[in-house]
């Protein structure tokens, strides 16, 4: 889970760089990139609780 976190923050570190250099087509990329990070991320804290319960 501590890599998910990692390569969420690096993917938002990105996200505004690519959007301060207008580069739509990066912004495009990292903000899907993130999306996808953020669902897993979602899916392990879900199966972890799921084990706990």
């Known amino acids: 889970m501590d890599d998910t976190n ?3 923050e690096e993917y938002k570190i990105d996200l505004k ?4 250099q207008g580069k739509h087509d990066k912004v ?3 903000q899907q ?5 953020t669902k ?5 804290i879900d ?4 084990l706990v319960d």
């Open 6 to 8: 990692s390569e969420i």
């Open 17 to 20: 760089k690519a959007k301060r």
């Open 28 to 30: 495009e990329k990292y």
């Open 33 to 37: 990139k993130l999306n996808d990070e």
């Open 40 to 44: 897993q991320l979602k899916q392990l």
């Open 47 to 50: 199966e972890l609780n799921s």
